[in-house]
């Protein structure tokens, strides 16, 4: 099993980095991937991150694509058309992508949105694109996932773990980091 984060210059670090480290106490392979062509990305409250793959690199296919949010991370994944052809491609081949935060936004620009439940960042919803809005921490409605912000991203990453492995899996996660949920 492998995942991709997709990291871009202005990122939320902790959006991004909470999904890795709990994919990965779960075992799951996950890359962290520049948009940018870079070595390093710097997140949007300038925390420099070493990156383990750069979006010119891929040559194979991922289980799973996520977006984390942040500004101006998003709008540079928005006008980055390697990003758009990565996440397109991923969506119409059926498998998974997931977004949080302002993220979802991007999958809403991509076209990917439309006639989906979906979530976002709290006033960024007319950006969705056609998406029915759901309130929820968490939202997945077939292969798209997404989520609202900083405060869901262990909900979020608990869900990512439990859709690629199980709910057994996320709950032993859930109950080591101490977690309630």
Avoid: W
């Amino acid at each position: 099993m492998k995942v991709r984060v997709l990291f871009a210059t202005g990122n939320e670090e902790v959006e991004a980095l909470t999904v890795v480290d709990l994919l990965r106490r779960a075992g799951i392979e996950c890359l962290m991937v520049s948009s940018e062509d870079t070595d390093t990305i710097t997140s949007s409250h300038n925390v420099t991150i070493q990156m383990d793959e750069k979006i010119s690199e891929i040559s194979d296919d991922a289980d799973m694509i996520v977006l984390p949010g942040g500004i101006p991370g998003v709008p540079n994944f928005i006008a980055n058309p390697k990003v758009k052809e990565l996440v397109v491609k991923q969506y119409e081949t059926g498998k998974y992508v997931a977004a949080i935060c302002a993220a979802p936004t991007a999958l809403g620009a991509f076209g990917i949105l439309k006639d989906k439940k979906a979530v976002c960042y709290p006033g960024m919803e007319a950006e969705l694109c056609c998406a029915e809005v759901v309130m929820d921490s968490v939202v997945r409605d077939g292969n798209v996932i997404t989520s609202r912000g900083l405060g869901t991203a262990i909900p979020f990453g608990l869900a990512l773990v439990e859709c690629l492995k199980n709910k057994a899996c996320a709950d032993e996660i859930a109950k080591k980091i101490v977690y309630e949920y």
